[in-house]
């Protein structure tokens, strides 16, 4: 632990992209590979089960720390991490453990068939063996949010550097659900990945964003410069649903999504076009609700993704489907240093064979000659149900991560309105102890109705200015929330607006967030609740 | 009808009615006693002044001339029946609390002040008191404080690092009472110190005063760079991201302030390191102080008072809350104006004040942490 805990302050003491892949480095060349194995777990955020539930952590933490709940809790506030809160609130002490990482995570395991009280003895001891900084990062294992301000990029840098094997090969190997218990070093450095797990999913080759504001579009002229010739691209919809990869290998299926979580269980649809496939095919696509064969809007979609129980009620309410956009295995083959359009033909003569054309379906391509012509389609992407369009380059190969070159996202603009805001609420990490989440409201009468919650979009100049204006102009407390003095402007973004039942407002929004600060907008200027109404397209 | 308290909390400072002055007020008036130099303790335009000697050139310094009178700790002075008296708060050199007493019931005013001894401020006493008036910046139990000579390990040891990679090292800390703490804790065997324009004034003004500081280069444009980045880099929290510091990369970039015992802090200063130094008291420090003061009833003022009035009354103390104050609970922090490398040159926009030294340079701790790098 004494080495893990070094590592975390190490990383902490330096800005430098340099210095954080040195400090990993001299990390793994130093712990046991046990030890390799559970911090690339972490890291690569493979949450450690959470054995003793947070609400017993926070109780004993407040009792070791020998201070009253509340204060506890408006510490937690303050910091903004509860692992930190915990570490800094506890008596010091200069003890200091010897425990490996795996040690100390064996333990906490041990602690399923223990009884509370055992729990109890076991976390009491062990915080009194530790110093400040282990402490700090033990809370973390316990309360399993291991944010540590490193790429997992950064970590595969440094694993590439002193194992020999290229960064893509590494970041193939550790994608998907293994655990640090059973998966060893030796089988992640090997030089062939033999032994490879039937589920593991690949890389996802991520678009970056053809950047442009809302005042200044790139033109087609732009666009020429920067991707050449129109011919060399094919264009797709960018469809807002989730980025998923379907595995079918040895007659097993697998469903990920983007976030590595194993998602099969959750789209019963999708099982038999998975189980007709042929043996070792791997799609990525976009799963969306359908109706009628049209995509329907994200929220759709959302109301069944938090479900543990599918119903059949939400099944029929919004039924799945994949659209497919790309075939990275086939035959059992890694197809993706195959060109876009192999792969492409590929993917066309598989759909072509389902019996399941319902669920899966192709992402069409998009017919254009010129640049011009697909900025004019590309306005079209909200009658579309789509974000705008995918450019990819015909000669492109399937790459690991986001990166510039072949694959661009290049999206419409987002809804706007320019709301005033009403709450504020402190943030976390890097925003802690300063009021960095707010909550926006538009005009309905002469009142002013909530309708969304924003976190970005401000510099961290604004911030200071907006945290100063909130504690001068706070008329209430709700435990972490303020109450403010309508008066500050925002105008705020978001992709899609639909009709919820959940909300006041009667809207929900899709990824809202605070396009700029409207100093020159007096709050009664703000829009009005019909206004949004309004953008629902009824 | 109940009697007047000795002091009251006016829209322009901690009043004194029978004595007709103010403390550390914030307004232009007529009799002003200052508890130490830091801008916002120490405002330009009142009639007379009065403080401890050793603020003397420093408040010159910083407000040009004015009519200033300066006393000895402990030494007394009468205003129409108050005795009034100064006794060391800790903070920074010259810093103090005032003590006064009228027809035996005696009140304390601490301004900023910390309990431990940094070896430079004259060491904190506490002072008995019926009606205490506290800060409490760091009135949260997430700050401790380590002893200093632990941190000026870490200081001195990251300064040899840097040596050793061939990087300049730039410690950041406010001009008046950070800067000369750091200085007379480093290990000069290490190599010279250099000093940004604004501290080195403050050096100077000290050592008019007659205190014996370290020596110090004042860091002009002639200065060579590569002798520069064989010693240490003194520089104020304004200077963080300007061109002028920029000019001595590849550098390591620390920063000294008891913010830094947050990690979320930390990370937004985008600071290589912060080493946790603060010259105010920590948790336990502000609680063994009020305690020490006897007092009835404690006043507190800038920082988390809240928080902090809540856990004093729930352990049997008599607190209150002072809003009026120094704008009140945990803002001080979030000024806007004080963003450090916002404006390095002066402006006094927005005040009619006269300044020598930049408004928001040094606010002390708490005002300028709001500033972004």
């Given at each position: 632990m004494k080495a893990f805990a070094q590592l975390f302050l190490s990383l902490d003491e330096t800005n430098k992209t340099n210095e954080k892949v040195k400090v990993l480095k001299d990390y793994f060349i130093n712990?046991?590979?046990?030890?390799?194995?559970?911090?690339?777990?972490?890291?690569?955020?493979?949450?450690?089960?959470?054995?003793?539930?947070?609400?017993?952590?926070?109780?004993?933490?407040?009792?070791?720390?020998?201070?009253?709940?509340?204060?506890?809790?408006e510490s937690y506030h303050v910091v903004g991490d509860l692992a930190e809160t915990m570490a800094l609130l506890m008596p010091r002490n200069e003890n200091s453990s010897n425990k490996t990482l795996t040690e100390w995570i064996a333990e906490l395991n041990t602690l399923g068939d223990k009884t509370e009280e055992e729990r109890k003895l076991w976390l009491l001891d062990s915080w009194a063996m530790l110093d400040g900084q282990e402490r700090f990062v033990f809370n973390k294992l316990l309360t399993g949010s291991f944010r540590v301000g490193v790429s997992q990029n950064l970590v595969i840098k440094a694993l590439a550097d002193i194992s020999n094997l290229d960064a893509a090969t590494l970041t193939h190997r550790i994608m998907g659900n293994w655990v640090p218990e059973t998966y060893r070093y030796e089988q992640l450095i090997q030089e062939q990945g033999a032994a490879d797990d039937i589920s593991r999913p690949y890389p996802f080759f991520l678009a970056y964003p053809i950047q442009e504001t809302s005042e200044k579009q790139k033109s087609a002229e732009e666009i020429q410069g920067a991707l050449g010739d129109a011919g060399q691209w094919q264009a797709e919809w960018k469809w807002d649903g989730i980025r998923a990869q379907l595995i079918k290998r040895e007659g097993k299926i697998f469903i990920w999504s983007r976030g590595e979580d194993l998602a099969t269980e959750k789209f019963p649809?999708?099982?038999?076009?998975?189980n007709a496939l042929p043996d070792g095919t791997v799609l990525d696509g976009e799963i969306l609700s359908f109706q009628n064969g049209l995509p329907m809007p994200f929220n759709v979609l959302q109301t069944r993704i938090g479900r543990k129980n599918l119903s059949k009620k939400i099944l029929e309410e919004s039924p799945v489907a994949v659209i497919a956009y790309d075939c990275l295995e086939f035959k059992g083959e890694d197809i993706r240093t195959k060109t876009q359009s192999e792969r492409r033909e590929i993917l066309e003569r598989l759909q072509a064979d389902t019996p399941y054309p319902e669920t899966f379906r192709l992402s069409a391509l998009i017919n254009f000659i010129t640049w011009d012509e697909l900025a004019e389609i590309r306005g079209q992407s909200r009658a579309m149900i789509a974000e705008g369009i995918m450019l990819k380059r015909k000669s492109a190969t399937y790459q690991v991560g986001?990166?510039?070159?072949?694959?661009?996202?290049?999206?419409?603009?987002?809804?706007?309105?320019?709301?005033?805001?009403?709450?504020?609420?402190?943030?976390?990490g890097r925003r802690a102890d300063l009021y960095t989440d707010y909550t926006f409201a538009v005009w309905d009468g002469d009142k002013l109705v909530p309708f969304a919650k924003a976190y970005s979009g401000l510099t961290d100049a604004e911030i200071n200015k907006v945290d100063y204006f909130i504690k001068r102009n706070t008329l209430d407390k709700f435990g972490p929330v303020r109450t403010v003095k309508p008066e500050l402007v925002f105008e705020i973004g978001f992709e899609g607006i639909n009709k919820s039942t959940r909300h006041k407002s009667g809207i929900a929004l899709r990824f809202p967030r605070i396009l700029r600060w409207r100093h020159d907008k007096p709050?009664?200027?703000?829009?009005?609740?019909?206004?949004?109404?309004?953008?629902?397209?009824e | 009808m109940a009697k007047k308290p000795l002091l009251e909390f006016t829209d322009k400072g901690i009043y004194c009615a029978q004595g007709k002055f103010y403390i550390d007020p914030w307004k232009p008036v007529d009799d002003a006693v200052i508890t130490h130099a830091h801008a916002d303790h120490a405002y330009w335009g009142h009639q007379h002044y009065l403080a401890h000697h050793l603020s003397r050139e420093v408040l010159l310094y910083r407000l040009g001339p004015i009519n200033l009178q300066t006393v000895e700790y402990g030494e007394t002075v009468m205003k129409n029946g108050v005795e009034i008296s100064l006794f060391p708060a800790g903070h920074v050199i010259g810093s103090a609390q005032i003590r006064l007493e009228y027809k035996g019931e005696v009140w304390v005013v601490s301004g900023d002040y910390k309990t431990e001894d940094d070896g430079i401020s004259t060491p904190f006493e506490p002072v008995r008191c019926h009606h205490f008036i506290s800060e409490c910046t760091f009135g949260m139990p997430v700050y401790q404080w380590k002893p200093q000579v632990q941190i000026f390990d870490d200081i001195n040891n990251w300064w040899r690092t840097n040596l050793h990679?061939?990087?300049?090292?730039?410690?950041?800390?406010?001009?008046?009472?950070?800067?000369?703490?750091?200085?007379?804790?480093?290990?000069?065997?290490?190599?010279?110190?250099?000093?940004?324009?604004?501290?080195e004034n403050t050096n100077e003004a000290l050592r008019r005063n007659g205190v014996l500081l370290n020596p110090t280069e004042r860091i002009t444009a002639d200065t060579p760079k590569e002798e520069v980045r064989k010693g240490i880099i003194l520089a104020p929290p304004s200077s963080v991201g300007t061109p002028w510091m920029r000019k001595f990369g590849p550098y390591s970039f620390g920063y000294c302030s008891g913010w830094m015992a947050i990690r979320g802090a930390k990370r937004r200063r985008a600071a290589d390191r912060g080493f946790v130094l603060s010259d105010h008291a920590d948790w336990d420090g502000l609680i063994s102080a009020i305690?020490?003061?006897?007092?009835?009833?404690?006043?507190?003022?800038?920082?988390?008072?809240?928080?902090?009035?809540?856990?004093?009354?729930?352990?049997?103390?008599?607190?209150?809350?002072?809003?009026?104050?120094y704008g009140g609970e945990e803002e001080d922090k979030a000024t806007p104006q004080s963003s450090p490398g916002e404006n390095e040159p002066i402006d006094n926009s927005q005040t009619n004040e006269v300044k020598v030294l930049s408004f928001g340079e040094d606010l002390g701790e708490a005002e300028a942490l709001g500033g972004e790098i």
């Open positions: 712990v046991p590979d046990t030890d390799k194995m559970h911090m690339l777990a972490l890291f690569t955020g493979r949450k450690p089960k959470r054995i003793i539930n947070s609400t017993q952590i926070r109780t004993w933490a407040v009792e070791a720390s020998n201070i009253p709940p509340w204060l506890f809790e649809e999708l099982h038999p076009f998975l986001r990166r510039r070159g072949d694959w661009w996202k290049w999206k419409i603009d987002p809804l706007s309105v320019d709301a005033v805001m009403i709450y504020a609420q402190k943030g976390h709050k009664e200027e703000a829009d009005t609740l019909d206004s949004l109404r309004a953008l629902l397209g | 990679n061939g990087v300049a090292t730039v410690l950041v800390g406010y001009s008046l009472g950070k800067a000369q703490r750091i200085l007379q804790n480093l290990d000069l065997f290490n190599g010279k110190v250099y000093t940004h324009g604004v501290i305690d020490a003061t006897g007092c009835e009833s404690v006043y507190l003022t800038h920082g988390y008072t809240a928080t902090f009035t809540r856990y004093l009354n729930e352990i049997g103390f008599n607190a209150r809350e002072v809003h009026t104050l």
